[in-house]
């Protein structure tokens, strides 16, 4: 089946840095990808969705300035969460959407990222 | 919001046994998704069911919809020590590939 990687898995910075999530797929070209947040024993709440080329569409809440998404290619979508603190802490999942099916049905999920800011 | 509300929220069983999870939604949807998530880790598609299907197997998984009471359920068979995890609903509504994932049941069966 398709596979999606996501690099790094577990990432540990200091407050005030900035932490680039990158988010691949790798045997399918992506037109659209997504971002989720993930707290500890929570669901996955829905960050933002990627359109290869174009803006990202943010849900209601989630800073753009402070989560910049970026999806420059059909294959790469990138999560740079910028001056990064403690309540940024998460675990952060992608999901592309492949080129054929319908709606929801061809999405596939990255191994996601924990991310802990000191 | 569209998130389901899932219940138990979490459940404990002895292997062998069925786990039965349930998981209610708000508005019309295209389809409904089973994911597993084992800690910490990424998740894990289950099974698809589309909103003009009432139920669905696949190997010791059974999935029905009920799109006139909003609501799904997830029925794992004859348990395992390994199927504890996580398991999430999550709705596809409208255009477009948006997933709206519920709020979970932590699953454990006891060896």
């Known amino acids: 089946g398709a596979v999606v990687s996501q690099h790094p898995s577990r990432v540990i910075c200091k407050s005030g840095t900035s932490v680039k999530i990158e988010c691949r797929s790798l045997d399918f070209q992506a037109t659209t990808m997504f971002w989720y947040r993930q707290f500890p024993k929570q669901s996955l709440m829905l960050m933002a969705t990627?359109?290869?080329?174009?803006?990202?569409?943010?849900e209601q809440g989630v800073e753009k300035d402070k989560f910049l998404i970026n999806h420059a290619s059909l294959t790469l979508s990138t999560l740079t969460v910028t001056s990064a603190h403690p309540e940024d802490s998460s675990f952060y999942i992608c999901?592309?959407?492949?080129?054929?099916?319908?709606?929801?049905?061809?999405?596939?999920f990255g191994s996601g990222t924990q991310l802990s800011v000191l | 919001s569209q998130q389901g509300e899932e219940d138990p929220q979490a459940l404990s069983i002895q292997e062998g046994e069925n786990a039965t999870m349930n998981c209610s939604y708000k508005?019309?949807?295209?389809?409904l998704q089973w994911y597993r998530q084992n800690s910490g880790r990424g998740l894990v598609h289950l099974i698809l069911?589309?909103?003009?299907?009432r139920e669905k197997h696949s190997g010791r998984l059974r999935v029905t919809l009920d799109t006139s009471k909003k609501s799904s359920s997830l029925l794992i068979t004859a348990s395992r020590a390994a199927d504890t995890a996580s398991y999430f609903c999550a709705t596809s509504i409208g255009s477009g590939d948006k997933l709206t994932f519920g709020t979970g049941t932590r699953l454990a069966v006891r060896p």
């Open positions: 990627s359109n290869e080329g174009s803006k990202a569409t943010y």
């Open positions: 069911i589309r909103s003009n299907e």
């Open positions: 508005t019309s949807i295209n389809n």
């Open positions: 999901s592309a959407s492949g080129d054929r099916g319908f709606s929801g049905e061809k999405l596939f």
